[in-house]
Nanobody
Framework: QVHVVESGGGLVQAGDSLRLSCSASGRTFSSLAMGWFRQAPGKEREFVAGINWGGTATHYADSLKDRFTISRDNTKSTVYLQMNRLKPEDSAIYYC?????????????????????WGQGTQVTVSS
């Protein structure tokens, strides 16, 4: 069982930056692929970014790749999501997910079904 915990959400103004963190325990962190998803009220959960276990491959939602960056520090068992130039439409609950199958690819990172473990989410609110 992998325990996933997100942190770093909050209320910011449009144009601000925010960095989310996600820790995972219960497995060797460097064996886990990690992903970020988000869900706004009344909308379906959508893919934000993913990173493979070694940090050598990443994948982003096309609409976010110019503003968001995913990274990981395996020595700290943590994955990060740096969000820049935030917009009100970025407001959502952001979820971190972990995949232990080691079969995920940069393309399949975008599929929520690829991930076995999910955190409870952290709220990000961007005011205009």
């Amino acid at each position: 069982q992998v325990h996933v915990v997100e942190s770093g959400g909050g209320l910011v103004q449009a144009g601000d930056s925010l960095r989310l963190s996600c820790s995972a325990s219960g497995r060797t962190f460097s064996s886990l692929a990690m992903g970020w998803f988000r869900q706004a009220p009344g909308k379906e959960r959508e893919f934000v970014a993913g990173i493979n276990w070694g940090g050598t491959a990443t994948h982003y939602a096309d609409s976010l790749k110019d503003r968001f960056t995913i990274s990981r520090d395996n020595t700290k068992s943590t994955v990060y999501l740096q969000m820049n130039r935030l917009k009100p439409e970025d407001s959502a609950i952001y979820y971190c997910a972990a995949d232990e199958s080691r079969t995920i690819t940069p393309i399949t990172m975008a599929s929520a079904g690829e991930y076995e473990y999910w955190g409870q989410g952290t709220q990000v609110t961007v005011s205009s």
